[in-house]
């Protein structure tokens, strides 16, 4: 017992030292991000890869609730760039949310466009990425937004705060990954490693150097500002012999819980709090910080390997003379674990932080998520499910065409006959048992589709995952809002049964949700936002095999419910 009292709870010191006075609230933050060419060694092997500023991670965006943000972002690479302001609720701004072909064209080479946009009703952590093809891979930072200047945390001050954020490191080009298997019609090739903070960590070859390390003093309260900005891969967290207290995720509070094991789908974040123990004469000792996969999918493969962090008390020293200590994480495929540690996360739901759930439906929604097929277009065959298939993904059997031109211009200009269709389905065209045996023929429709929603509409998707090419779980993100998880389960969705069970008083309020394997989740929202909005699945390969959707948001009648106009700016297809 000895040896394990000197194993406390952790702390740990930061790269970001926020320095709130410095903070004035309710003002405008400049940036300029230059994408440029940079060459980057990790695993031994060196490459080019697309970054800001020739930073890899990318700068972060440090601001408060309230401020305007402005950032100029310059392309200086040969590809096409978009900035997404993942979770950012861009009210009015649709044309700073920064999905290619969506809200914007892409800026081309050498050209630059201004996002502006401001941070309403939002605290805690986000982040920003790429959003054209898998440029994200390494175009990612993250946007910590503090508090109004004088509001406090709701929770304990920290002494310091840090971002981790958990990526993926091919050492080949993806764009040229992705391309093939586009091509051939099967699963990408996966990545080499996990990185935190953009290094693989010891437990990889050719990569004791490259490792993240935090040095922590006892005593200290900290915020890790968890991020998953990984490709492909949900991420199960921990540190060896310490508790985490989740209090926020997506940029909104939580009720705190303890938990040894943290989940974070792509796209999501999570605050956690730590709180080293005081200094009781044991001899300092490392903790290894670990990641791995939380795969629930038959299709292809996937990186199982394991990256890793070092946390370290302070004062420093060797640390090969030190104990280590390695934290056990779930096996890749604990589904039971997942959906346990979803039910834990509930707003704060209080005067301060309401959850301002749609008690009442306007407009439901069935939609089922997963995998298909499309038929293999050439004759020497293909790579798919079957020699004469390719894989696929879609939305109640839709999988998305990405237009020529930027959704959100045609809407506004109304100008929409050659570019979208409204009539995306609001359930299934042919409902089948969707967890059970799947039907004989897996081939998806394909179209342009979008639902168009009157102004402040309460919505409500149920998003049922499909046993098609097998169950498997699906973070689904939600441009322009936050919604409310109101309900999920295993199985097939029950309409004359689940609704009674649904959470209406303190759902957890995210932007991104992971659809259960096998199982189904229910949201809310109210569609108080004009624009077009994406929906899709934050695994890019699902993105690209057509997983995504969009709605669009008619005007208000009162002023501050119009989109504004387009900046003068705003890229040309």
Partial sequence: MGA???????????????????????????????????????????????????????????????????????????QNVTIHWHGVRQLRTGWSDGPAYITQCPIQTGQSYVYNFTITGQRGTLFWHAHVSWLRA?????????????????????????????????????????????????GPNVSDAYTINGLPGPLYNCSSRDTYKLKVQPGKWYLLRLINAALNDELFFSIANHTMTVVDVDAAYVKPFDTDVVLVTPGQTTNVLLHAKPDDGCPPATHLMLAHPFATGRVGTYDNTTVAAILEYAP???????????????????????????????????????????RQVDRPFFFTVGLGTNPCPTYQGCNGPTNDTM??????????????????????????????????????????????????????????????????????????????????????????????????????????KHPAEFNLMDPVQ?????????????????????????????????TSWGLKMAWVVNDGPLPDQKLMPPPSDLPKC
């Fill in 4 to 78: 394990l009292r000197c194993l406390a709870p952790l702390v740990f010191l930061g790269t970001l030292l926020v320095l709130p006075h410095l903070l004035l609230a309710g003002t405008t933050r400049y940036y300029t991000f230059n994408v440029t060419m940079k060459k980057v060694t990790r695993l031994c092997k060196t490459r080019a890869i697309p970054t800001v500023n020739g930073k890899f991670p990318g700068p972060r965006i440090l601001t408060r609730e309230g401020d305007r943000v402005v950032v100029k972002v310059v392309n200086n690479v040969k």
């Fill in 138 to 186: 390494t175009l990612y930072g993250p946007i910590i937004i503090l508090p109004k200047a004088g509001v406090p945390y709701p929770f304990p001050k920290p002494y310091r705060e840090v971002p981790i954020l958990f990526g993926e490191w091919f050492n080949v080009d993806p764009e040229a990954i992705i391309a093939q298997a586009l091509q051939t019609g099967g």
């Fill in 316 to 358: 420093a020293g060797h640390i090969k003379s030190r104990p280590l200590f390695r934290p056990t994480l779930p096996v890749f495929n604990d589904t039971v674990f997942a959906a346990n540690y979803s039910a834990m996360l509930r707003s704060l739901a209080n005067p301060d932080y309401p959850a301002n759930v749609p």
């Fill in 391 to 496: 894989f696929s993904a879609s939305v109640n059997n839709v999988s998305f065409i990405m237009p020529t031109t930027a959704l959100l211009k045609a809407h506004y200009d109304r100008k929409t006959a050659s570019v979208y269709t409204s009539d995306f389905p609001a359930m299934p065209l042919m409902p089948f048992n969707y967890t059970g045996t799947p039907p004989n023929n897996t081939n998806v429709s394909n179209g342009t589709k979008v639902v168009v929603l009157a102004y402040n509409t309460s919505v409500e998707v149920v998003l049922q995952d499909t046993s098609i090419q097998g169950a498997e779980s699906h973070p689904l993100h939600l441009h322009g809002f936050d919604f409310f998880v109101v309900g999920q389960g295993v199985g097939n969705y029950e309409p004359s």
């Fill in 510 to 542: 995210r932007n991104t949700v992971g659809v259960p394997a096998g199982g189904w989740v229910a949201i809310r929202f109210y569609a108080d936002n004009p624009g077009v909005w994406f929906m899709h699945c934050h695994l890019e390969v699902h």
